[in-house]
């Protein structure tokens, strides 16, 4: 069955670097979505993306966040200028776009560490 | 603000023994709810989708819907220690929608 991926599983960086995370979504989902779950919390929206463009964006999605499809395969967060709240779970998701079937499939996630 | 309240737990149920996992959610145009397993450092996972009142039964699993009292809930029948794990509620409006969690129960079942 097929899977979303996300690449690296785990990322150190200091702060005010920038970060992308990517993900390879499943090859005949239309929508995708990025999360974070920063620990103990709960799992938070920041951005949906569909027709390559953002459908809809968080509170939490400011300009420092940004998003692409660079190849039409992979998608990929940025954060221009990381802080130390960015420390965080951030998983990517995909719904394959059928109205019927509108359920999300959540990658295994990238471990975030700000230092 | 859309709100999606779960008690965070823990609950505690002896194997064997049917789990019942509550949820309350706060817009009433929610349309579609969902419950995720997530396993200690791992990624949400889908168990359930509901998307009208009443019961849907998936092998152990049987999600329930009243959306007039905008409760949903998750029934787990024959525990097992492998169900160990936080459960999190989430709901959308529309497809294509963002969801909104819950904080999650987590679910200790006692060999």
């Known amino acids: 069955e097929p899977e979303v991926t996300q690449t690296p599983s785990h990322q150190v960086t200091q702060m005010g670097q920038e970060v992308i995370l990517r993900c390879v979504p499943i090859?005949?989902?239309?929508?995708f979505y990025w999360y974070r779950q920063i620990l103990g919390q709960k799992v938070e929206f920041l951005v949906s993306?569909?027709?390559?463009?953002?459908?809809?964006k968080s509170e939490i999605f400011d300009d420092q966040f940004s998003v692409e499809r660079p190849d039409g395969s992979n998608f990929t967060l940025k954060i221009r200028s990381t802080k130390l709240e960015d420390s965080a779970m951030y998983f990517c998701?995909?719904?394959?776009?059928?109205?019927?079937?509108?359920?999300?499939?959540f990658g295994p996630g990238t471990r975030l560490t700000v230092l | 603000q859309k709100e999606v309240e779960q008690n965070s737990g823990p609950l505690s149920v002896p194997e064997g023994a049917i789990a019942s996992l509550n949820c309350t959610y706060s817009?009433?145009?929610?349309?579609?709810f969902f419950w995720y397993r997530q396993y200690s450092g791992k990624s949400p996972e889908l168990i359930m989708s509901?998307?009208?009142?009443g019961d849907k039964e998936d092998g152990r699993f049987t999600a329930q819907l009243n959306k007039a009292s905008q409760y949903v809930s998750l029934l787990i029948r024959d525990s097992q220690p492998s169900d160990s794990a936080t459960y999190l509620c989430a709901v959308n409006n529309n497809a294509g929608n963002m969801l909104t969690f819950g904080g999650g129960t987590r679910l200790m079942v006692k060999p």
């Open positions: 090859s005949n989902h239309l929508y």
């Open positions: 993306f569909y027709n390559n463009e953002i459908s809809e």
């Open positions: 509901i998307y009208s009142n």
């Open positions: 817009d009433r145009v929610s349309q579609s």
């Open positions: 998701a995909n719904m394959l776009g059928q109205r019927k079937y509108n359920e999300q499939f």
